[in-house]
């Protein structure tokens, strides 16, 4: 399976691939921030980053994509924007008829780390020990953005065979 994770946000949006499967080593096969800068208008922004999450699906070509669910932070002058690019990313999924998947922060952390209050390094520190890496990906919307992977593969695939089996049982009923 590979998939692309998302983490989304207007200025930086985390994005990151990952392949395998569930019992067998991940493996990285490309990551990247996306950036905008804060003096252009939001709509252009928005542009921006859908023409830079099509060019990643039409290289990549992932057979899914987790996306960070937003959440209310106290901070609220951030959450628009990052639902906004969320919502983005969501449509250009879809566009393409890919399964998309919402994972929470603590479900990744968990995920990756354990712990679901694990900080920004615990999870940097385990995406690289998980895909084998020299080092942790800079900044930490890329290392969000694999772990985003990283949990869906884990989580998801099984996920997604539980549905299937489920659906096929409802037809046959």
Known sequence: M???GIDPGLTRMGMGVVEGSVGRPL???DVNVLRTSSQLPVAERLV???IGIDAWLDEHRPDAVAVERVFA???SSTIMGTAQASAIALVCAARR??????HTPSEVKAAVSGNGRADKAQVGAMVTRILRLDAPPKPADAADALALAITHIWRGGA????????AAARSRA
């Open 97 to 102: 008829g890919l399964p998309v998947a919402l």
């Open 48 to 50: 921006s980053i859908e």
């Open 2 to 4: 590979r998939v692309l």
């Open 159 to 166: 996920q997604s065979r539980l549905d299937a089996a489920v």
């Open 73 to 75: 932070r106290s901070d």
């Open 27 to 29: 493996t990285l096969v």
